[in-house]
């Protein structure tokens, strides 16, 4: 029988195959032993050594079974701050766009107002190009009467009266300024 056949036997026997290896580890399969020569060097195994063995399983398990309770326990903890993570940007971008829309509200306002203003800019602008005109147009004038009234001031001065003279030179001085 060769050790793949006696794995495979005591397998048939309730035998785990990790520890159908270690028990056959001290057989030699080049002599091709029997079943029975293999069921004596095994035979140690058997008893206390394979119950032993079983129980060492069985505490193995126990942590196996512990520690995958606590892999899920985080895995839960995980994914819950996971899920708060997810939510903190969610509320973090409602929060900004309320923010957003508060100023675009205030800047459609704010633009509102500053295109009355700049209305109001044009007009006075164009106000004031009037005003100038009018105020060149009147100085001319002013200029025109000022003129018109030193020529008519030199015509009344060459008159002979001194004291008409005195009252038009009053009168002319206090006309220029």
């Given at each position: 029988m060769n050790k793949s056949q006696s794995i495979k036997l005591l397998e048939s026997e309730g035998w785990t195959k990790a520890d159908a290896m270690r028990a056959l580890e001290v057989i030699d399969f080049s002599t091709n032993p029997d079943e029975i020569t293999i069921r004596r060097a095994i035979s140690p195994f058997a008893g206390s050594e394979l119950i032993k063995r079983q129980r060492l399983q069985a505490a193995q398990k126990g942590?196996?079974?512990?520690?995958?309770?606590?892999?899920?326990?985080k895995e839960q903890e995980?994914?819950?701050k996971i899920d708060q993570v997810k939510k903190y940007p969610k509320q973090e971008r409602e929060k900004y766009e309320a923010e957003?829309?508060?100023l675009s509200q205030r800047h459609n306002i704010l633009e509102v107002e500053l295109k009355t203003?700049?209305?109001q800019n044009q007009n006075l602008t164009e106000v004031n190009e009037q005003l100038k005109k009018d105020n060149k147009s009147?100085?001319?004038l002013v200029d025109q009467i000022k003129l018109k009234l030193a020529m008519n001031t030199k015509e009344i001065l060459k008159y002979e009266d001194s004291e008409i003279r005195k009252a038009v030179i009053t009168f002319f001085k206090w006309t220029l300024g």
């Amino acid at each position: 029988m060769n050790k793949s056949q006696s794995i495979k036997l005591l397998e048939s026997e309730g035998w785990t195959k990790a520890d159908a290896m270690r028990a056959l580890e001290v057989i030699d399969f080049s002599t091709n032993p029997d079943e029975i020569t293999i069921r004596r060097a095994i035979s140690p195994f058997a008893g206390s050594e394979l119950i032993k063995r079983q129980r060492l399983q069985a505490a193995q398990k126990g942590l196996v079974t512990k520690k995958t309770k606590e892999i899920e326990l985080k895995e839960q903890e995980y994914a819950a701050k996971i899920d708060q993570v997810k939510k903190y940007p969610k509320q973090e971008r409602e929060k900004y766009e309320a923010e957003i829309q508060s100023l675009s509200q205030r800047h459609n306002i704010l633009e509102v107002e500053l295109k009355t203003i700049y209305s109001q800019n044009q007009n006075l602008t164009e106000v004031n190009e009037q005003l100038k005109k009018d105020n060149k147009s009147l100085k001319n004038l002013v200029d025109q009467i000022k003129l018109k009234l030193a020529m008519n001031t030199k015509e009344i001065l060459k008159y002979e009266d001194s004291e008409i003279r005195k009252a038009v030179i009053t009168f002319f001085k206090w006309t220029l300024g």
